[in-house]
């Protein structure tokens, strides 16, 4: 009988691992930064444009000698890791670059080809002219605030400054979460004072970055009364910025080649646990054997928001979010967000009801993408990424909305 019984159980064990095997090795085939590239770039072709799939660094050397260009810098949890070396010896570690520089935006090509961007006098996306009168609102977050992929003039802040006349900064940084934004705020947001801060939360991975940037140099600005005092030392900004620059002109093109390494890798320390937890059959199957224990995220979260809203109202702003929904909301869950897609999608009413108990305003998007029929066709190429025209435009005009 016993014999029987582990006989059935090694059984049952090699068909489940067997099962495992087939869904990642289709999922990977699927999800791999190459692949997704691959069918973006399939499906860009459908509308009769061309995805510039050069290295960012070829483009950027081509591009140098006829334009004056500057190396992009955002302080995430990318750059943290792979800068480590250079970070530890600078006196001040700025959060964005260059400084009064065009750059060549590292991912703008999503939709097409790459953009040439304008940066304002503290390393963001504006023009300086905006500083030469009163900053009604302030943008801060991720990509999405930046207005990834698309051209300068097309991002939310341009809208609103050239469609509504709303004299609005742009203080996004690709890549980042609560922390950094947190940071921005610290570092600028308080400074400037505006009437309105408008934070972009985008559920695809701000909530899942919470941890990482916990664990790093970031977790420094949770203490009540540190910062750089960035704004007042843009010439120290600047010296930081340009070592970055040339460690980033040096060592980019290995640090690129390592990344498409380890996606085609299948045998990476990642895939093997995900294999040995058969995550990938258990989230096709909807099948959670633990519940996640985001308590720590969630009470930080609720924390960053409070000191924001709170710090906001003590110079009589008014502090608004921006719920960003991902891709992944209206198409396969699991596939491209990962296999806490399900709790992060889940989260959003907790979230959304944390913002009505504290009479904290809010944007939500999601809400307003569910009215159309098709929901994707507000992302580049109805497909996984950032928003399009469409997408940007009507974000511009809720926000306005909500501001009026």
Known sequence: MIKKALVLFFYLVFII?????????????ENTVVNVSNKRETLAKKSDIEIDNRPYIKVFNELVKTNDLRHEFRLNISSLDAYKSVITNLKLIPLKGPINSNSLGQYSNENGNYKIYKNDKYGFRNDNKIYDKKIVNLIIGDSFAEGLPLEQNKNVSSILIEK???????????????????????????????DNVILFYYEGNDFLMLNSEKNSFLSKYLKKDFTQNLIKKNYEVNKSLKILENYTQ??????????????????????????????????????DLSVPDYSMETNL?????????????????????????????????????????????????????????????????????????????????DFYGHFNDEGYMLLSELINSKLN
Do not use: C, H
Not at 20 to 26: A, M, N
Not at 173 to 179: K, Y
């Open 17 to 29: 691992y067997s099962l495992e095997i087939l869904t990642t090795v289709f999922l990977i085939k």
């Open 164 to 194: 509504f006349n709303l004299n609005t900064a742009n203080f996004g940084v690709a890549g980042t979460s609560l922390i950094s934004y947190y940071a921005v705020f610290k570092e600028y947001v308080k400074q400037i004072k505006p």
């Open 250 to 287: 040096s060592r980019y093109n290995i640090l690129m080649d390592q990344e498409f390494e380890k996606e085609k890798n299948f045998f990476n320390k990642e895939r093997m646990v995900d294999f040995l937890e058969i995550q990938n059959l258990r989230g096709i199957l909807n099948i």
């Open 301 to 381: 979260f609720k924390k960053i928001i409070r000191n924001i809203n709170e710090q906001t109202q003590e110079w009589g702003g008014e502090f608004i979010l921006v719920y960003v929904p991902s891709w992944g909301r209206y198409n396969d869950k699991y596939k491209f967000e990962g296999n806490n897609a399900k709790y992060i999608f889940d989260l959003k009413n907790s979230l959304i009801s944390y913002l009505k108990e504290n009479s904290i305003e809010y944007v939500d998007l999601d809400k307003e993408f569910t009215k159309s029929n098709n929901p994707s066709k507000y992302y580049n190429f």
